[in-house]
């Protein structure tokens, strides 16, 4: 087993005991024993007639998606539109949402292990539930339409932020804090002087990240009735119009390219 002593500048090598030996064994034989449980329980779960036609309805499904019906892209501006604004304004909400959690969760920055807790207990539950389910879920109460996908976007964008942010917030330098703490400044004052200005760049580059993502996510949403083009895509694979879904594929990937570019520019300049 090798071992990194951080007090000598040449590694060491130590013998593992019987014990230990022992249990690396055990410990790959359950990993092998719970894989072949679960092949065994897919496999079993399996139609494997279909798999093996698998290649030939795949190469029939790409030749009716060819040639792309290009007159259909007029129809898919608007929905287009719609999905870039549920990303964005479900991306801002969220955000605005998520910068007060991130420093109620933060171990130095937050005012109560209790109100800690409850801070991390919000960015858990935001991570558990995909913005697929948000949106379901919130479709139901709301009624189909833009403003769902806006919250589901959003709710799901908390967790994300929230936990990237936080960590940033606990890893920050601590001297510039307590200089300035030493001056007797206030809370205030110290958060906005020794902690905003070490977060800042981590938040906005996390931020455009979430944006970015949520430009993907948003694509369907509109498949359980969110808004966005995720609705046209939905329609056209349910009428088999194939040739139309090509061209809404053609139009997210471009999409997701050119958000792709953006967003690594604005990191680029804020990082």
């Known amino acids: 087993m090798f071992v990194d002593n951080s007090k000598q500048s040449v590694p060491t090598w130590r013998l593992r005991t019987t014990r230990a030996q022992w249990l690396s064994y055990v410990a790959w034989l359950a990993g092998v024993c719970l894989f072949l449980l679960c092949w065994k329980q897919i496999s079993d779960n399996t139609m494997w007639v279909f798999v093996e036609d698998a290649g030939s309805q795949g190469v029939d499904l790409v030749g009716r998606m060819l040639p792309p019906e290009w007159s259909y892209a007029q129809h898919l501006w608007q929905p287009m539109w719609d999905t870039l604004n549920i990303a964005t304004l479900g991306t801002a909400l969220g955000v605005a949402m998520a910068f007060p959690v991130a420093f109620l969760a933060a171990r130095n920055t937050s005012p109560h292990p209790a109100i800690r807790s409850v801070a991390l207990v919000i960015i858990v539950a935001s991570r558990s539930i ?16 833009v403003l769902a996908g806006i919250i589901a976007i959003a709710l799901r964008s908390i967790g994300f932020v929230g936990k990237l942010l936080y960590e940033a917030i606990e890893e920050i330098n601590p001297a510039p804090v307590e200089a300035i703490s030493a001056t007797g400044a206030s809370q205030a004052q110290v958060m906005s002087y020794g902690v905003l200005p070490q977060v800042m760049p981590a938040f906005a580059g996390i931020s455009v990240y979430r944006w970015d993502i949520n430009i993907r996510e948003s694509t369907v949403l509109g498949m359980v009735g969110a808004g966005g083009i995720g609705l046209q895509l939905n329609a056209s694979i349910n009428t088999l119009a194939w040739s139309q879904v090509s061209v809404i594929f053609m139009m997210i990937l471009a999409t997701v390219l050119v958000s792709e570019w953006v967003s690594a520019r604005i990191r680029h300049a804020t990082i």
């Open 130 to 145: 995909n913005s697929l389910i948000w949106a379901m879920l919130l479709v139901t109460i709301l009624g189909p339409g």
